[in-house]
């Protein structure tokens, strides 16, 4: 082994440049796979980030129109909810399922006031438990408990964007200032009572601003919102995390049959789609999934055409050397050297300078994306209504590298071996004659 | 006998086929001092490359120490060459990035021998031929006659059955060639090896102890020689 590598460094030092130039196309070829990989993952991180606080296996539901008449009744129906569609929503067979049951009510279009200042306001009927099963931050103070729907209190948890509204500040007022700092102000709110629409509600609880939108949402107890704005038994929607559907198929036959379960218990037809809204976070992220790994592939193929011109441009070139060293291939046979010893000779020339200036584009590749890493912390898009973080963590992880190890050497055989085939069959006496 | 050649016929392909060895038989025993003759064309080097195991043949018997060669796989006559066969050629063929010690080192790389033995045979050989200071150097700094001598040891350093020298003195001065037909016929007399030289110089010939003539792709006549007195001008036979 010593010899063979012996052997390859004294030809590698003859063609200093052309090595250099060869192995700086492999460089480059890894290190653009790297570099995409890199900002590959930095974009898929980012949008995995955004939808990263939304619980991965749950359901929403809520009451819409129908469409079909049924049961004597005409299309064009409202459909509410009711209490009794989260004990049907437990009920055999989704039991098997299904773990826990939300239910929220709303209530928009609605002021918040404190002192002088003044903010729209979306009042969010909920439970105790709503709290993890959206998976809200809470940064200050406290959630609602089951003390405070008991006893109806008129306490509220808002977002620490609202919070700082209502105390006065903003953006613009505290340029400068981190998201962190900026947050902390909001602290003050804690603990005072805030109007909505003439009813005083105390803050206890900020919550870390929701970048999926939907404005200003403040928290109470649902019974709390039941009782003020007399809604009943009423459900604007239906919240259950569930288990055990691994599939898409599973997941749409789950949905059909707790659709239909539901529109025959509120008089719809059972094949009507539109009686009630169906969401499903869980296909979602399963469809979202499989664009990441649209995206992720497609950067792999890109990344390998690359290397492919670097590839191409190794075995080129050991194609160039093999021809200029037909003579001393020759001698070689003459003097007894086996058709397969110089095969491997070549093939190990081929993947030795693939795999060593791969392995130095593969570096560099690794330092930008550090790079990378370090100038884009937390790039955030501000569209106004929410924001959005489109750039994070662009780095490639171990297995990349592995993966890309094991590419390099294959890469390297591929380039050797038409080259490493001619040497193995140079017919010695024709060699021997070419001077 | 160490060589035997039974009708040995080798025919070229082409647009025209080329008759190029019509049927040639010799016998070569072990220690035989033996020039092969002829002009160009007259297939003396075609006979060579067989005898070499570089070329096949299309048919006939070919057999060295009572083994068959023939239709050999690429890695079957690349070992019986290591191991059974010598070669120096008119143009040295040293590798040019390898210093004189490594070139004799090579066949012996390819039979697997470990380094130090390696070196330590190459070492003994191109001390017999008076090169050891030389050991270091590049084909490119040593003279013509030098070369050949560290081609003879690289020939030499597998302790083969057959010499077989290709013009060996053909890029040499007339002084140099001299020397380089003595050691031949030195290591003729000492060793016992089996030397065949291919050459179309009479005065190379005059060297050996039998002088095999080809002439158009048949042998000729086979003369002894062994009292030296074929004349280097090509006055008494065959000769040009």
Not at chain 1, 199 to 226: A, H, K, N, W
Not at chain 1, 274 to 297: C, D, L, S
Not at chain 1, 311 to 319: A, E, F, K, T
Not at chain 1, 328 to 344: F, Y
Request: proline letters at 3%.
């Amino acid at each position: 082994m010593k010899d063979l590598l012996q052997e390859i460094w004294s030809n590698l030092r003859r063609n200093k440049l052309r090595t250099c130039l060869t192995g700086f196309a492999v460089a480059w070829g890894i290190f653009m796979l790297i570099l995409l990989l890199g900002a590959g993952n930095g974009l898929i991180h980012g949008i995995e980030g955004n939808s990263g606080n939304y619980m991965a296996n749950s359901i929403n539901a809520w009451g819409r129109t129908t469409t079909l008449p049924w049961d004597g009744l005409k299309e064009g129906r409202r459909i509410s909810l009711k209490d009794e569609d989260a004990i049907r929503t437990k009920e055999p067979p989704f039991d098997a399922y299904v773990d826990e049951v939300a239910t929220a009510i709303y209530q928009s279009g609605l002021t918040a006031v404190y002192g002088s200042e003044y903010t729209n306001s979306f009042l969010m009927g909920v439970e105790p438990g709503f709290a993890a099963m959206e998976k809200l931050e809470l940064m200050y103070g406290r959630f609602l408990s089951d003390l405070d729907m008991r006893e109806q209190r008129k306490v509220v948890v808002m977002g620490s964007n609202e919070a700082r509204e209502l105390l006065g500040t903003s953006d613009a007022r505290e340029a400068g200032l981190s998201v962190r700092e900026k947050a902390r102000k909001a602290r003050k709110l804690i603990g005072k009572f805030v109007n909505i629409n003439g009813i005083p509600f105390q803050v206890v609880g900020i919550i870390r601003p929701d970048e999926r939108g939907g404005g200003s949402r403040m928290y109470i107890p649902m019974s709390t919102l039941r009782t003020l704005y007399r809604r009943g038994d009423t459900v604007d929607e239906l919240y259950f995390s569930f288990h055990g559907l691994k599939t898409k198929e599973a997941n749409e036959a789950f949905e059909q049959a707790y659709r239909k379960k539901l529109n025959l218990a509120h008089r719809a037809a059972p094949n009507d789609n539109n009686a009630i809204g169906i969401w499903n976070r869980f296909t979602m992220n399963m469809e979202m999934e499989g664009a990441m790994g649209i995206i992720r592939t497609a950067l792999w193929i890109i990344g390998i055409l690359t290397l492919l011109s670097g590839i191409v441009g190794v075995s080129n070139i050991m194609l160039i050397s093999v021809k200029e060293r037909t003579h001393e291939l020759g001698i070689r046979k003459a003097i007894g050297a086996t058709p397969g010893s110089l095969l491997r000779l070549i093939l190990t020339e081929s993947v030795l300078v693939t795999g060593f200036f791969g392995y130095v584009g593969m570096f560099l590749g690794v330092v930008a994306t550090e790079y990378l890493d370090k100038i884009s912390q937390n790039m955030v898009m501000d569209v106004g209504l929410f924001q959005m973080t489109v750039f994070k963590d662009p780095t490639v992880g171990l297995g990349v590298c592995l993966g890309a190890t094991l590419l390099l050497v294959i890469a390297g055989t591929l380039a050797g071996l038409a080259p490493a085939r001619r040497a193995a069959h140079v017919r010695p006496i024709e060699a021997l004659r070419a001077e | 006998m160490l060589i035997e050649l039974r009708d040995v016929n080798k025919t070229y392909q082409g647009a025209q086929p080329l008759h190029v060895l019509k049927g040639i038989d010799l016998d070569i025993d072990r220690g035989e001092f033996v020039s092969i003759m002829g002009a160009s064309g007259s297939g003396k080097s075609t006979l060579l490359n067989i005898l070499g195991i570089l070329d096949g043949y299309d048919s006939g018997e070919y057999r060295i120490d009572g083994t068959l060669i023939k239709d050999l796989s690429e890695r079957q006559a690349a070992e019986y060459r290591n191991r059974m066969i010598g070669f120096i050629f008119q143009s040295y063929n040293l590798i040019g990035f390898k210093t004189a010690v490594e070139n004799v080192e090579l066949p012996l790389f390819y039979q697997g021998v470990p380094r130090r033995e390696r070196h330590r045979r190459a070492m003994e050989y191109l001390d017999r031929m008076g090169l050891t200071d030389w050991a270091g150097h590049y084909p490119n700094e040593m003279s013509g006659g030098q070369k050949q001598r560290v081609a003879i040891a690289r020939a030499l350093v597998t302790k083969p059955d057959i010499i077989l020298a290709d013009e060996p003195t053909g890029a040499l001065d007339s002084k140099t060639s001299v020397e380089i037909m003595e050691l031949l016929r030195e290591l003729n007399r000492k060793d016992r090896l089996t030397i065949i030289v291919v050459t179309h110089e009479s005065g190379v010939a005059n060297v050996t102890d039998k002088i095999v003539h080809i002439k158009d792709g048949v042998i000729g006549a086979i003369e002894e020689n062994s009292r030296h007195d074929a004349s280097p001008f090509g006055e008494t036979t065959l000769m040009k």
